[in-house]
C-alpha cells in the first residue's frame, strides 16, 4: 500500500512541476518573443529602451531562465502567484475569491447533479428496458447532447428574465415584475448564505444538466454490472430486500468508481463552468481567466492555468489513493 | 466536452475489441442492423453529411440567397431582421421583385438567410471535427502505440504526459493561443487537435498493452519478428475497433469544441457560418430576445448532431460488446 | 492600461448601454431642467432636492473593461471619466447642462481665469471653500504639484503631451529635468505660462486628469482608488473599490456646495462584470438603476418598440465619431485614389445599422463630430455606395487588383465584428478582399497604436477629449509625427503641417473657421479615413432614476445631477 501511495505522490509531483513549466514557459519566454514582454508591460507603453531594461533589472527579468523559473517556483510555494499590473494587486488576492466562487458552483452543482442521477441509473440498472429505463437514458442521451452555452443563456432568458416580464416561455401567465430567479449575480456564502444559494440555483441547474446526463448513464451500466454479479444474486437468495442490496452492496461497490469519476469531472468541469459563468456573471476562475486573456493580464492568465490544473490533479490524485484504499480488487490492477 | 470524454478511461477495463475474434464483427454488423435507435442515428448523420456536401449549395441555389450575402432589405429601418418565412420584396435593393425572396428561417442581423447558413454550418462543423479528429488521432496512434509496445519508462512518460495535458483548463488554453496565434481555419483545426490526442492515445495504449499479452503477438517476437512487424501488422489493426467507437465521441467533442472556441470568437474567422458563431452573434449582442429563430436555429443543429453522434456511439459499443447489452 | 494613450475609446462599446437617466436637473444656478431629446417626458414629481441634501442608493452595471485605471492623473476611458466628473472639481470644469450646453466653462475650485493680451499668460484665483474630502484646503501649490504629477513620464498619463506648450514643458515630459517653470504660483493664484498661444487652454484645465491631489502624492501610478478615498474634491468620494467587481461612492460632505450645486445621491454602486443585455434585463425588471455601457442593436429594437418604456429611454449626442482608418503608408492605401474609392463604396447607413441603426446614430463625412462648434457638415462621399464612382477611382488609381488586405478591429463588442462584415462585403465588388481579424479590445488596440505594425484598416470609434477640433484633428491626424500612437492612419502629408500648428494657436471665430476648413480640406484632397457615423447615446433606465443629464464633454453620465425620485 505504501508504495502505491508514494508511487502516485511520485507521479503527482512530476505532474506538477511539468506544469508549472509549462505554463511558466508559455507565458514568460514565449510572450517575449510575440512582442509583449512582461518587462516591458510593467515599465509602461512609453518606457525607452533604457527604462525597460532598468525594469528587467529590477524584477530579475533577465537573469538565466532557469534561475527566473526557480525564483518563480519558490514564490509559488509560498503562494505568491505574482502581481498583475493590469489590477495593480497580488494574482493571489484576484485568484482566492474567484476559486471560491466556481466552487461554490461546481460542487453544488455537482451535489445535484448526483442527486439526480443516482436514482434515475440504479433504477434502469435495477430494470433494464423497462419503461421507466428508457426513459431514463432517453433523457440522458437528449441531455448529453445539448451544448452548454446554449442552454445557459436559454434558461438566463426562460427563467431569469421573461418572469419579470410576467411570461412564462412566451405565455403572458404572471404578473409584470415577478421574480422567481434573479437573472445575474454573485452573492458570496459569507456575506448571505440565503441569497448565496438563491443567485446560484440557475447556474446550478444549468451546469447539472449535461453532468446528469452522463452520470445517469454510467450508474446505469454500473448498477447493472453489480447486480450481475454473483454476489448480489447470493444476497437475494438469502432474502435481502432490492432496497437493501442496493444500498450495502451495490452502493460500496460502485462508490469508488463513481468518486474517481466525479474527481475528474469536477476537475475539468472547468470548461463548461465558464460558459455560465459568464452568463450568470459569476466572478469566477472561468470568468477571471476569460478576462484577463482579453487584457493580456499575463500572471492572472498563468495564475489560473495553473491553478485550474493543480486543483486537476490534486483532485485526481486524492481520488485515485483513496479508490485504492475502498477498493482493494483493484488495489493491485491499477498497480502502475 | 467532459464526462463523456471521461468514460473512455473507465471503459478501459472491459475488454471491448482488444484481440476479438473475426466473428464479433460480423455479429456486430448484424446487431447493428437489427438496432433502431442506429438506424435512426445512422440516418441522422446521413442526413448531416448529405445537408453538409449539398444541403447548402441546393438552398443557396432555391432561394437566391448566398451563405455570405447581406441583403440590407432583410432589415427594417430599425434594424428588425426578417422572420420566419417572411419575404422582401426588394432583395436587391431598388428592383421590385413580385414575387418577393423569401427566408425560410428568416435572417440575421446583417441580413443574411438562416437556413441556407446553418446548412453551410454544417460543413464547417463536420470539417473542422474530423481533420482535427484525425489529426489528433495520428498523434494519439503514434503515442500510443510507442507507449503500449515499449512499456518501461517509455510508457510511463507517455501516460503523465498525457495525465498531465489532461489536467490542464483546455477550453482557456485554447483561447489563450488563439489570440496570440490569429484566427483561421487551420489555426482552429490544429488547437483542437492539440487539445484532442490524449483521448486517442489512451485507448491505443490499453488496446495495445491488452493485445501485447496475447500468445501470437509472443509467438511472432519469438520467432524474431521485427518490431515494426509487430506493431503495424499484429498491434494497428486490433486499434481500430475502439477507436471507431471513441471515433464518433471524439469528433462528437470536437464539434462542440469547435462550436465554443467559435463562440467566444477565436474560431472560424467571420464571415464564414459556423454554428458556434451564429450562437454567439445571436446571444452575445441579445438578438435571440426579439427573434428566438437566430438562436435556435443554430442551437438545434447542434442538439441533432450531437444527438445523432451520442446514438451511433452508443449503439457501436453495444453491438461490439460480446454478449450483447 | 490604455492601448492608445492620446485618444479616449470605448473599451466596451456597441454591447450595452447603461439605462439614461430619465431628466435633465440644471445643477449649477438652479435654471430650470429641460428634457435631451428623444423620448423623455420631463416629470417634475418630487423634484430634485435642496443643495447639499443626498439621499437614496443608486445600483448600476459596469462591463468589466471599463476602469482602466482609477489613479486620478492617469485615468483615460470615458467610463472613468465619468467617475472623475463625480469624485474631482478640476480648476474650471463643465457645466452640469444637457447637450451643447454642457461644454461650456464655468468656475471649478477656481473662477475663470484672466488671459493675458498676448494668449501666453492664464492666471486662475483659487475659490473659498476648495478643500479635499478630508477637509483640507485645497492649495495652489497641491494644484501645481497635480500638473507636474499627470506629466510625470512615471506615471504614464495619456494626456501630459496637451500641455507641451508650457514653458519648460518638453523637457519635464521627456524626464530631462524634474521642475516646470511654466506653472507659478501666489498665495491664491496659480499661473500657466506658455510659449505660444493656445486656442484651447482652457478645455485643458477641465481635463479629469488634472484631478487635484495633494502635494507629496508619491510620483508613480497608485490604481487602488486610494486618492478618490481621502482626496476627492468633487460632490462624490470613493468609499470602496474592489477591482473587477465593484465600486461604491458616497456623498462628500466636505464638498463645498458653494462652488457648484451637485450631488443629490447618498450612493452610488457599481457591479463590475455585468454584460450589457443582462443589465438591461434587470433594469427593465426593476433590480437595477442604469449601467455605463452601450446597449446592443437588439436591446434597442426591443426598448423602442415597447410604448410603455419611452419615459426610461434617453438619447444624447456624443463627441464621438467611428470611422474607418485606412494606413497611408501600406499599398494600397498610400494611394490618394483608392482611398476615396473606399470613401464611396461603403455603405454608411448599412455600417450604422449594424450599430443600432437612425436611433442610435447619424452618418456623416466629417472628421469632426456634429454638435461641436467647429462642425461645419459637408457631403463629399455618398450615405450608401456609388460604385460607379468608385470604380473609377480604382481606375485611375493604377493598383492592380484583387487586393487582399486585413481589417481589425475590437471583438469584444458584437456591433464591430458585424460592422467590419459590411465592410467587407462593400469592397469585394472593388476587387478588395478583406479579411477581418477581430481580437479583445486590449489586444487590438496595442497593434493598430504601433506604428511598426503596419496595420492596414480598422474600424475604431473616438471620442474627443474636450469639445474641439484640435482633439481630434490635431491629436489623430498630426502630419508632422505620423508614427504617433494615436495617428492611426499614419497621416503624414507635410503639406498640412503648416495648417494644423497655426490651427492652434488661434482663438474664438478664427479658430472655429480653422478647424472646419481643415475638416473639409482633408477629406476633399487627401481622405486618410472614411468616416462613417457619429454615434448617439441611447440609454436606458430605471423609472426611479431622475435627473439625468449626458455630459458631453465627459462623454459619461453626468452622476452629479442624479437623485432618486420619489
Redesign the interface.
Given at each position: 500500500m505504501r508504495t502505491v501511495i508514494l508511487k502516485r505522490l511520485g507521479?503527482a509531483l512530476?505532474?506538477v512541476i511539468?506544469?508549472t513549466v509549462f505554463a511558466w514557459l508559455?507565458f514568460y519566454v514565449?510572450s517575449k518573443f510575440?512582442g509583449?514582454n512582461p518587462a516591458q508591460?510593467i515599465a509602461?507603453?512609453?518606457a525607452t529602451a533604457q527604462e525597460i531594461a532598468e525594469v528587467a533589472r529590477i524584477y530579475g527579468l533577465n537573469k538565466p531562465y532557469w534561475q527566473q523559473y526557480l525564483i518563480f517556483m519558490d514564490h509559488l510555494i509560498h503562494g505568491n502567484f505574482g502581481f498583475s499590473?493590469?489590477?495593480?494587486?497580488p494574482v493571489s488576492q484576484?485568484l482566492w475569491?474567484a476559486t471560491r466562487a466556481t466552487a461554490s458552483l461546481v460542487l453544488g452543482a455537482a451535489v445535484i447533479w448526483l442527486c439526480i442521477a443516482a436514482p434515475i441509473g440504479a433504477y434502469g440498472g435495477m430494470h433494464?428496458r423497462s419503461a421507466g429505463d428508457v426513459t431514463g437514458r432517453a433523457i440522458a442521451?437528449?441531455g448529453?447532447?445539448?451544448?452548454v452555452?446554449?442552454l445557459a443563456?436559454?434558461i438566463?432568458?426562460f427563467f431569469?428574465?421573461e418572469p419579470?416580464?410576467g411570461k412564462i416561455l412566451g405565455l403572458p401567465i404572471l404578473h409584470q415584475?415577478t421574480?422567481i430567479f434573479?437573472?445575474?449575480?454573485y452573492v458570496d456564502f459569507g456575506q448571505n448564505p440565503v441569497q448565496w444559494a438563491y443567485h446560484l440555483i440557475l447556474p446550478w441547474i444549468t451546469l447539472a444538466i449535461?453532468?446528469a446526463a452522463?452520470?445517469i448513464?454510467?450508474i446505469r451500466t454500473l448498477t447493472a454490472e453489480q447486480l450481475a454479479e454473483d454476489y448480489t444474486r447470493t444476497a437475494k437468495a438469502k432474502g435481502a430486500s432490492t432496497a437493501r442490496v442496493l444500498l450495502r452492496h451495490v452502493g460500496r461497490n460502485i462508490a469508488p468508481?463513481v468518486t474517481v469519476?466525479l474527481g475528474?469531472?469536477v476537475?475539468?468541469?472547468?470548461?463548461?463552468v465558464?460558459?455560465v459563468e459568464?452568463?450568470f456573471?459569476i466572478?469566477g476562475l472561468?470568468?477571471?481567466?476569460?478576462?484577463a486573456?482579453?487584457?493580456?493580464d499575463y500572471p492572472v492568465?498563468t495564475g489560473?492555468?495553473i491553478l485550474?490544473?493543480l486543483i486537476?490533479?490534486l483532485l485526481?490524485t486524492i481520488v485515485d489513493l483513496l479508490h485504492a484504499a475502498l477498493d482493494p480488487r483493484l488495489r493491485r490492477i491499477t498497480g502502475? | 466536452m467532459t464526462s463523456s470524454m471521461q468514460s473512455i478511461d473507465l471503459d478501459q477495463g472491459s475488454p471491448q475489441g482488444s484481440g476479438q475474434p473475426a466473428g464479433l464483427r460480423a455479429t456486430a454488423l448484424r446487431r447493428l442492423r437489427r438496432d433502431p435507435v442506429a438506424i435512426f442515428a445512422f440516418s441522422l448523420l446521413v442526413l448531416l453529411v448529405l445537408a453538409a456536401l449539398f444541403g447548402g449549395p441546393l438552398a443557396a441555389h432555391l432561394t437566391g440567397h448566398g451563405p455570405n450575402q447581406q441583403f440590407p432589405n432583410a432589415l427594417a429601418s430599425d434594424s428588425q431582421p426578417l422572420g420566419v418565412m417572411q419575404r422582401t420584396y426588394y432583395p436587391n435593393g431598388t428592383v421590385h421583385n413580385p414575387h418577393g425572396s423569401l427566408f425560410i428561417l428568416g435572417a440575421d442581423e446583417l441580413g443574411r438567410d438562416v437556413l441556407v447558413r446553418v446548412l453551410y454550418g454544417a460543413r464547417i462543423s463536420l470539417l473542422v471535427a474530423t481533420s482535427a479528429t484525425a489529426i489528433a488521432v495520428v498523434i494519439g496512434i503514434t503515442l500510443g502505440l510507442l507507449a503500449g509496445y515499449l512499456g518501461g519508462w517509455v510508457d510511463a512518460v507517455v501516460n503523465r504526459m498525457t495525465e498531465t495535458a489532461m489536467a490542464f483548463p483546455n477550453l482557456l488554453l485554447a483561447v489563450g493561443l488563439a489570440v496570440v496565434v490569429g484566427p483561421g481555419l487551420l489555426n482552429v483545426v490544429i488547437i483542437i487537435a492539440l487539445f484532442t490526442w490524449y483521448y486517442p492515445a489512451r485507448i491505443v495504449r490499453g488496446t495495445t498493452i491488452a493485445t501485447k499479452q496475447m500468445t501470437y503477438v509472443a509467438a511472432a517476437r519469438t520467432v524474431g519478428a521485427r518490431p515494426r512487424r509487430i506493431l503495424l501488422v499484429h498491434l494497428l489493426p486490433q486499434v481500430w475497433g475502439p477507436l471507431l467507437v471513441y471515433a464518433t465521441s471524439i469528433i462528437a467533442n470536437n464539434i462542440i469544441f469547435e462550436a465554443g472556441l467559435s463562440y467566444l470568437g477565436v474560431g472560424v474567422p467571420p464571415p464564414t457560418a459556423s454554428w458556434g458563431q451564429m450562437l454567439s452573434d445571436a446571444v452575445t449582442s441579445g438578438m435571440y430576445q426579439t427573434d428566438i429563430t437566430l438562436a435556435l436555429a443554430p442551437g438545434l443543429a447542434l442538439v441533432l448532431t450531437m444527438l445523432a453522434f451520442n446514438l451511433l456511439g452508443d449503439s457501436l459499443r453495444d453491438a461490439l460488446t460480446p454478449g450483447g447489452r | 492600461m490604455t492601448a492608445l494613450k492620446a485618444r479616449r475609446h470605448w473599451a466596451k462599446a456597441g454591447v450595452a448601454l447603461t439605462a439614461a437617466i430619465p431628466l435633465l436637473i440644471a445643477a449649477c444656478g438652479g435654471s430650470s431642467g429641460s428634457s435631451s431629446g428623444g423620448s423623455s417626458n420631463s416629470s417634475t414629481n418630487s423634484g430634485p432636492p435642496k443643495a447639499g441634501v443626498a439621499t437614496g442608493t443608486l445600483t448600476a452595471a459596469m462591463s468589466s473593461g471599463a476602469i482602466d485605471t482609477m489613479d486620478p492623473n492617469a485615468w483615460y476611458f470615458a467610463v472613468t471619466w465619468g467617475l472623475a466628473n463625480g469624485l474631482c472639481t478640476t480648476l474650471i470644469r463643465y457645466a452640469d447642462q444637457p447637450g451643447t450646453a454642457g461644454t461650456e466653462l464655468v468656475p471649478g475650485i477656481a473662477s475663470m481665469p484672466t488671459v493675458s493680451s498676448n494668449g501666453l499668460t492664464y492666471t486662475y484665483t483659487l475659490r473659498p471653500g476648495a478643500r479635499f474630502s478630508d477637509g483640507q484646503p485645497i492649495t495652489p501649490a497641491d494644484v501645481k504639484y497635480t500638473y507636474e504629477r499627470l506629466m510625470a513620464p512615471a506615471v504614464d498619463s495619456g494626456t501630459g503631451y496637451y500641455f507641451l506648450g508650457l514653458v519648460g514643458a518638453p523637457n519635464y515630459l521627456a524626464g530631462k529635468s524634474t521642475s516646470l517653470p511654466g506653472i507659478t504660483t501666489t498665495s491664491n493664484t496659480i499661473t500657466f505660462h506658455l510659449t505660444a498661444p493656445d486656442g484651447a487652454f482652457l478645455y485643458k484645465t477641465a481635463l479629469p486628469t488634472t484631478c487635484p491631489v495633494p502635494t507629496g502624492t508619491p510620483m508613480k501610478p497608485i490604481t487602488d482608488g486610494s486618492l478618490e478615498e481621502k482626496y476627492a474634491s468633487g460632490p462624490f468620494k470613493l468609499q470602496s473599490y474592489a477591482p473587477g467587481r465593484q465600486i461604491v461612492m458616497v456623498f462628500n460632505k466636505n464638498y463645498d456646495q458653494s462652488l457648484g450645486v451637485r450631488g443629490h445621491v447618498a450612493k452610488i454602486v457599481f457591479s463590475i462584470g455585468v454584460q450589457s443585455t443582462q443589465a438591461q434585463e434587470e433594469i427593465q425588471a426593476g433590480q437595477l438603476d442604469f449601467q455605463t455601457s452601450n446597449l446592443a442593436t437588439a436591446d434597442i429594437l426591443k426598448i423602442s418598440h415597447d410604448p410603455a418604456l419611452a419615459s426610461q429611454v434617453h438619447t444624447s449626442p456624443r463627441p464621438s465619431i467611428t470611422y474607418l482608418f485606412l494606413n497611408n503608408e501600406v499599398p494600397p492605401f498610400n494611394n490618394v485614389d483608392v482611398r476615396k474609392a473606399i470613401n464611396y463604396a461603403i455603405n454608411r447607413t448599412e455600417i450604422l445599422q449594424q450599430w443600432g441603426g437612425p436611433l442610435a446614430g447619424s452618418v456623416t463625412n466629417n472628421i469632426i463630430p456634429a454638435g461641436q462648434l467647429d462642425y461645419k457638415p459637408f457631403s463629399i462621399y455618398p450615405d450608401t455606395p456609388n460604385l460607379a464612382e468608385a470604380k473609377k477611382y480604382m481606375a485611375e488609381s493604377g493598383v492592380k487588383t484583387p487586393i487582399n488586405t486585413v481589417l481589425r478591429t475590437q471583438n469584444d463588442a458584437p456591433g464591430f465584428m458585424n460592422m467590419a462584415q459590411v465592410i467587407q462585403a462593400n469592397l469585394k465588388p472593388l476587387g478588395i478582399n478583406v479579411q477581418v481579424v477581430g481580437s479583445p479590445n486590449s489586444v487590438n488596440g496595442s497593434y493598430i497604436g504601433n506604428y511598426k505594425a503596419r496595420v492596414p484598416m480598422g474600424i475604431e470609434p473616438w471620442s474627443l477629449d474636450f469639445p474641439d477640433g484640435e482633439a481630434i484633428i490635431n491629436t489623430g491626424f498630426d502630419p508632422a509625427t505620423p508614427n504617433a500612437i494615436p495617428n492611426l492612419t499614419r497621416f503624414g502629408d507635410k503639406a498640412f503641417i503648416a495648417p494644423f500648428n497655426k490651427a492652434i494657436t488661434l482663438q474664438g471665430t478664427a479658430r472655429v473657421q480653422a478647424y472646419q476648413q481643415l475638416d473639409y480640406e482633408l477629406m476633399a484632397q487627401q481622405a486618410p479615413v472614411a468616416p462613417i457615423f457619429n454615434p448617439r447615446w441611447y440609454d436606458f433606465v430605471s423609472a426611479r432614476l431622475g435627473g439625468y443629464v449626458y455630459s458631453e464633454a465627459m462623454d459619461a453620465i453626468n452622476y452629479n445631477t442624479l437623485y432618486v425620485k420619489g
Amino acid at each position: 500500500m505504501r508504495t502505491v501511495i508514494l508511487k502516485r505522490l511520485g507521479g503527482a509531483l512530476i505532474q506538477v512541476i511539468a506544469i508549472t513549466v509549462f505554463a511558466w514557459l508559455l507565458f514568460y519566454v514565449i510572450s517575449k518573443f510575440t512582442g509583449a514582454n512582461p518587462a516591458q508591460r510593467i515599465a509602461g507603453k512609453s518606457a525607452t529602451a533604457q527604462e525597460i531594461a532598468e525594469v528587467a533589472r529590477i524584477y530579475g527579468l533577465n537573469k538565466p531562465y532557469w534561475q527566473q523559473y526557480l525564483i518563480f517556483m519558490d514564490h509559488l510555494i509560498h503562494g505568491n502567484f505574482g502581481f498583475s499590473y493590469v489590477q495593480m494587486r497580488p494574482v493571489s488576492q484576484i485568484l482566492w475569491p474567484a476559486t471560491r466562487a466556481t466552487a461554490s458552483l461546481v460542487l453544488g452543482a455537482a451535489v445535484i447533479w448526483l442527486c439526480i442521477a443516482a436514482p434515475i441509473g440504479a433504477y434502469g440498472g435495477m430494470h433494464p428496458r423497462s419503461a421507466g429505463d428508457v426513459t431514463g437514458r432517453a433523457i440522458a442521451i437528449l441531455g448529453m447532447s445539448i451544448p452548454v452555452f446554449w442552454l445557459a443563456p436559454m434558461i438566463s432568458y426562460f427563467f431569469g428574465y421573461e418572469p419579470t416580464q410576467g411570461k412564462i416561455l412566451g405565455l403572458p401567465i404572471l404578473h409584470q415584475g415577478t421574480t422567481i430567479f434573479p437573472i445575474v449575480g454573485y452573492v458570496d456564502f459569507g456575506q448571505n448564505p440565503v441569497q448565496w444559494a438563491y443567485h446560484l440555483i440557475l447556474p446550478w441547474i444549468t451546469l447539472a444538466i449535461g453532468f446528469a446526463a452522463v452520470y445517469i448513464r454510467f450508474i446505469r451500466t454500473l448498477t447493472a454490472e453489480q447486480l450481475a454479479e454473483d454476489y448480489t444474486r447470493t444476497a437475494k437468495a438469502k432474502g435481502a430486500s432490492t432496497a437493501r442490496v442496493l444500498l450495502r452492496h451495490v452502493g460500496r461497490n460502485i462508490a469508488p468508481t463513481v468518486t474517481v469519476l466525479l474527481g475528474a469531472d469536477v476537475a475539468t468541469a472547468l470548461t463548461g463552468v465558464f460558459f455560465v459563468e459568464t452568463v450568470f456573471a459569476i466572478p469566477g476562475l472561468g470568468y477571471t481567466g476569460l478576462s484577463a486573456i482579453e487584457n493580456l493580464d499575463y500572471p492572472v492568465i498563468t495564475g489560473v492555468i495553473i491553478l485550474c490544473a493543480l486543483i486537476a490533479v490534486l483532485l485526481n490524485t486524492i481520488v485515485d489513493l483513496l479508490h485504492a484504499a475502498l477498493d482493494p480488487r483493484l488495489r493491485r490492477i491499477t498497480g502502475q | 466536452m467532459t464526462s463523456s470524454m471521461q468514460s473512455i478511461d473507465l471503459d478501459q477495463g472491459s475488454p471491448q475489441g482488444s484481440g476479438q475474434p473475426a466473428g464479433l464483427r460480423a455479429t456486430a454488423l448484424r446487431r447493428l442492423r437489427r438496432d433502431p435507435v442506429a438506424i435512426f442515428a445512422f440516418s441522422l448523420l446521413v442526413l448531416l453529411v448529405l445537408a453538409a456536401l449539398f444541403g447548402g449549395p441546393l438552398a443557396a441555389h432555391l432561394t437566391g440567397h448566398g451563405p455570405n450575402q447581406q441583403f440590407p432589405n432583410a432589415l427594417a429601418s430599425d434594424s428588425q431582421p426578417l422572420g420566419v418565412m417572411q419575404r422582401t420584396y426588394y432583395p436587391n435593393g431598388t428592383v421590385h421583385n413580385p414575387h418577393g425572396s423569401l427566408f425560410i428561417l428568416g435572417a440575421d442581423e446583417l441580413g443574411r438567410d438562416v437556413l441556407v447558413r446553418v446548412l453551410y454550418g454544417a460543413r464547417i462543423s463536420l470539417l473542422v471535427a474530423t481533420s482535427a479528429t484525425a489529426i489528433a488521432v495520428v498523434i494519439g496512434i503514434t503515442l500510443g502505440l510507442l507507449a503500449g509496445y515499449l512499456g518501461g519508462w517509455v510508457d510511463a512518460v507517455v501516460n503523465r504526459m498525457t495525465e498531465t495535458a489532461m489536467a490542464f483548463p483546455n477550453l482557456l488554453l485554447a483561447v489563450g493561443l488563439a489570440v496570440v496565434v490569429g484566427p483561421g481555419l487551420l489555426n482552429v483545426v490544429i488547437i483542437i487537435a492539440l487539445f484532442t490526442w490524449y483521448y486517442p492515445a489512451r485507448i491505443v495504449r490499453g488496446t495495445t498493452i491488452a493485445t501485447k499479452q496475447m500468445t501470437y503477438v509472443a509467438a511472432a517476437r519469438t520467432v524474431g519478428a521485427r518490431p515494426r512487424r509487430i506493431l503495424l501488422v499484429h498491434l494497428l489493426p486490433q486499434v481500430w475497433g475502439p477507436l471507431l467507437v471513441y471515433a464518433t465521441s471524439i469528433i462528437a467533442n470536437n464539434i462542440i469544441f469547435e462550436a465554443g472556441l467559435s463562440y467566444l470568437g477565436v474560431g472560424v474567422p467571420p464571415p464564414t457560418a459556423s454554428w458556434g458563431q451564429m450562437l454567439s452573434d445571436a446571444v452575445t449582442s441579445g438578438m435571440y430576445q426579439t427573434d428566438i429563430t437566430l438562436a435556435l436555429a443554430p442551437g438545434l443543429a447542434l442538439v441533432l448532431t450531437m444527438l445523432a453522434f451520442n446514438l451511433l456511439g452508443d449503439s457501436l459499443r453495444d453491438a461490439l460488446t460480446p454478449g450483447g447489452r | 492600461m490604455t492601448a492608445l494613450k492620446a485618444r479616449r475609446h470605448w473599451a466596451k462599446a456597441g454591447v450595452a448601454l447603461t439605462a439614461a437617466i430619465p431628466l435633465l436637473i440644471a445643477a449649477c444656478g438652479g435654471s430650470s431642467g429641460s428634457s435631451s431629446g428623444g423620448s423623455s417626458n420631463s416629470s417634475t414629481n418630487s423634484g430634485p432636492p435642496k443643495a447639499g441634501v443626498a439621499t437614496g442608493t443608486l445600483t448600476a452595471a459596469m462591463s468589466s473593461g471599463a476602469i482602466d485605471t482609477m489613479d486620478p492623473n492617469a485615468w483615460y476611458f470615458a467610463v472613468t471619466w465619468g467617475l472623475a466628473n463625480g469624485l474631482c472639481t478640476t480648476l474650471i470644469r463643465y457645466a452640469d447642462q444637457p447637450g451643447t450646453a454642457g461644454t461650456e466653462l464655468v468656475p471649478g475650485i477656481a473662477s475663470m481665469p484672466t488671459v493675458s493680451s498676448n494668449g501666453l499668460t492664464y492666471t486662475y484665483t483659487l475659490r473659498p471653500g476648495a478643500r479635499f474630502s478630508d477637509g483640507q484646503p485645497i492649495t495652489p501649490a497641491d494644484v501645481k504639484y497635480t500638473y507636474e504629477r499627470l506629466m510625470a513620464p512615471a506615471v504614464d498619463s495619456g494626456t501630459g503631451y496637451y500641455f507641451l506648450g508650457l514653458v519648460g514643458a518638453p523637457n519635464y515630459l521627456a524626464g530631462k529635468s524634474t521642475s516646470l517653470p511654466g506653472i507659478t504660483t501666489t498665495s491664491n493664484t496659480i499661473t500657466f505660462h506658455l510659449t505660444a498661444p493656445d486656442g484651447a487652454f482652457l478645455y485643458k484645465t477641465a481635463l479629469p486628469t488634472t484631478c487635484p491631489v495633494p502635494t507629496g502624492t508619491p510620483m508613480k501610478p497608485i490604481t487602488d482608488g486610494s486618492l478618490e478615498e481621502k482626496y476627492a474634491s468633487g460632490p462624490f468620494k470613493l468609499q470602496s473599490y474592489a477591482p473587477g467587481r465593484q465600486i461604491v461612492m458616497v456623498f462628500n460632505k466636505n464638498y463645498d456646495q458653494s462652488l457648484g450645486v451637485r450631488g443629490h445621491v447618498a450612493k452610488i454602486v457599481f457591479s463590475i462584470g455585468v454584460q450589457s443585455t443582462q443589465a438591461q434585463e434587470e433594469i427593465q425588471a426593476g433590480q437595477l438603476d442604469f449601467q455605463t455601457s452601450n446597449l446592443a442593436t437588439a436591446d434597442i429594437l426591443k426598448i423602442s418598440h415597447d410604448p410603455a418604456l419611452a419615459s426610461q429611454v434617453h438619447t444624447s449626442p456624443r463627441p464621438s465619431i467611428t470611422y474607418l482608418f485606412l494606413n497611408n503608408e501600406v499599398p494600397p492605401f498610400n494611394n490618394v485614389d483608392v482611398r476615396k474609392a473606399i470613401n464611396y463604396a461603403i455603405n454608411r447607413t448599412e455600417i450604422l445599422q449594424q450599430w443600432g441603426g437612425p436611433l442610435a446614430g447619424s452618418v456623416t463625412n466629417n472628421i469632426i463630430p456634429a454638435g461641436q462648434l467647429d462642425y461645419k457638415p459637408f457631403s463629399i462621399y455618398p450615405d450608401t455606395p456609388n460604385l460607379a464612382e468608385a470604380k473609377k477611382y480604382m481606375a485611375e488609381s493604377g493598383v492592380k487588383t484583387p487586393i487582399n488586405t486585413v481589417l481589425r478591429t475590437q471583438n469584444d463588442a458584437p456591433g464591430f465584428m458585424n460592422m467590419a462584415q459590411v465592410i467587407q462585403a462593400n469592397l469585394k465588388p472593388l476587387g478588395i478582399n478583406v479579411q477581418v481579424v477581430g481580437s479583445p479590445n486590449s489586444v487590438n488596440g496595442s497593434y493598430i497604436g504601433n506604428y511598426k505594425a503596419r496595420v492596414p484598416m480598422g474600424i475604431e470609434p473616438w471620442s474627443l477629449d474636450f469639445p474641439d477640433g484640435e482633439a481630434i484633428i490635431n491629436t489623430g491626424f498630426d502630419p508632422a509625427t505620423p508614427n504617433a500612437i494615436p495617428n492611426l492612419t499614419r497621416f503624414g502629408d507635410k503639406a498640412f503641417i503648416a495648417p494644423f500648428n497655426k490651427a492652434i494657436t488661434l482663438q474664438g471665430t478664427a479658430r472655429v473657421q480653422a478647424y472646419q476648413q481643415l475638416d473639409y480640406e482633408l477629406m476633399a484632397q487627401q481622405a486618410p479615413v472614411a468616416p462613417i457615423f457619429n454615434p448617439r447615446w441611447y440609454d436606458f433606465v430605471s423609472a426611479r432614476l431622475g435627473g439625468y443629464v449626458y455630459s458631453e464633454a465627459m462623454d459619461a453620465i453626468n452622476y452629479n445631477t442624479l437623485y432618486v425620485k420619489g
